[in-house]
């Protein structure tokens, strides 16, 4: 399989902390995405990191890619409840044509 | 601006039915991805549509097809359904073809096989 692996698969954290959920990923790629689902629902686009950047930010998100270690880090800062959802990285791998999705983090933040 | 819409949201068939799933994109946009999402696999790339042809495909047996109208609407089409076939359809779209910007996806059909 070409999905990435993310970790942990679950997180339980209280609001107010930060949160950080990794992903790891295969091959060589040209970006890295990170989308949220709310239970059962669509995928909502978070952020893109292109191959040669290194970290990203937009608002409370910080996003991080080593493509040495073919790894990626999503931080969430200052969490509320409403960040409670399913967070997954999706990769375009190079020469491929569609997203390699992970298997997903579930995030938890207690009120 | 519209968002994706799917239709329907829910839908309980039996085994060796078919089902035909439908999308509307944002309007302007010419790309249609289709992804199977199940506790087991998580989400799975079945395949895109820009400008009425499919561009790509991922690894799923002849049963699922799709097709995209010249609007953009696409449908996707599975015949035979098994029990395995149970699972969140997502439809997403883009204004480019492939993967080289964000998607933006429907609520989804969620589908029931018994």
């Known amino acids: 399989s070409q999905q990435g692996e993310e970790d942990p698969q679950a997180l339980s954290i209280q609001e107010g902390e930060n949160a950080t959920m990794n992903c790891s990923y295969k091959?060589?790629?040209?970006?890295l995405q990170w989308y949220r689902q709310n239970s059962g629902r669509g995928l909502v686009h978070l952020i893109l990191?292109?191959?040669?950047?290194r970290e990203k930010h937009s608002g409370r998100l910080r996003v991080t890619l080593d493509t040495s270690k073919k790894s990626s880090s999503l931080l969430i800062t200052a969490s509320r409840a409403a960040d409670t959802a399913s967070y997954f990285c999706?990769?375009?791998?190079?020469?491929?044509?569609?997203?390699?999705f992970g298997t997903g983090t579930r995030l938890t933040v207690i009120p | 601006k519209a968002g994706v819409t799917q239709t329907p949201r829910y839908l309980i068939k039996t085994r060796g039915q078919q089902v035909t799933l439908s999308c509307s994109p944002i309007?302007?946009?010419?790309?249609v991805s289709w992804y199977q999402q199940t506790p087991g696999q998580g989400l799975q790339f079945l395949f895109e549509?820009?400008?009425?042809?499919?561009?790509n495909k991922g690894n799923f047996p002849g049963r699922f097809s799709g097709r995209q109208f010249s609007n953009s609407r696409s449908e996707m089409n599975v015949s035979t359904l098994e029990l395995g076939d149970s699972a969140l359809y997502l439809c997403?779209?883009?204004?480019?073809?492939?993967?080289?910007?964000?998607?933006?996806f429907g609520e989804g059909s969620r589908l029931t096989v018994l």
């Open positions: 990191i292109r191959s040669n950047e």
């Open positions: 997403a779209s883009s204004p480019v073809l492939g993967s080289t910007g964000e998607l933006f």
């Open positions: 999706a990769t375009e791998e190079t020469g491929a044509n569609n997203l390699f």
């Open positions: 549509y820009f400008s009425e042809t499919q561009r």
């Open positions: 091959t060589s790629i040209n970006n």
């Open positions: 309007s302007g946009h010419r790309s």
